[in-house]
């Protein structure tokens, strides 16, 4: 099958697959995520958990010179009752450069009631154009649970062949009824001071 052809077949299929899912509704949960911060670093996400564990999951990242969408899902497993893990696939396309491909994802979250950890780790693989293949964590966080509060330390990487950053600081986590703010400055590669915004429903 041609290259042009396999990133529409994916989406869709992925697509199909989540909507078609056991329909528990009534205990399904929507995940809206914005980030932006001062190195013009952005990022939305929406993602829907059914009722039997599949996730539906679309995301937008944007940086100077590129600009990607990423539609697809997965399931979410949980082996332990303080571990969350949703391994997650998704079809790829950018505005710039021609970019088309594949990412393999996985979303860890432990939480233990004292201590709360989040990461996401993807590799993007191209399928055609000009963009590289790709590794990142986006982002790795630990934080420690004061009531409503969190304070702890987030970590973010990007490994590509012609481009390498990374970034690690404190973050400053409030959770209330909707969701949860957030506050980060982490240097390294840029002096990144991140907003966050969560909102579930």
Known sequence: ????????????????????????????????????SNIKYRFVDVSHTFQSNVVFDALYTGVPGSNEVHVGGGYQFKPVKWLTISPLLYGSIGRENHERGVKVAVLAIVDT???????????????????????????????????SWEVGASLGVFAQETANSWALGPTLKHNDKRGAWAVSLRGGTDIDLRINRVLVF
Not at 12 to 33: H, N
Not at 126 to 147: H, M, N
């Open 113 to 147: 009631g004292a201590w709360r950890s989040a990461a996401y780790l993807a590799q993007f693989a191209p399928v055609a154009g000009e963009v590289k293949r790709y590794f990142l964590c986006d982002s790795l966080d630990v934080t420690r649970i004061l009531k």
């Open 1 to 36: 099958m041609k290259a042009a052809r396999v990133l529409p077949l994916l989406v869709t299929s992925l697509f199909a697959c989540c909507a078609t899912a056991y329909p528990g509704y009534v205990w399904a949960q929507t995940r809206l995520e914005a980030r932006g």
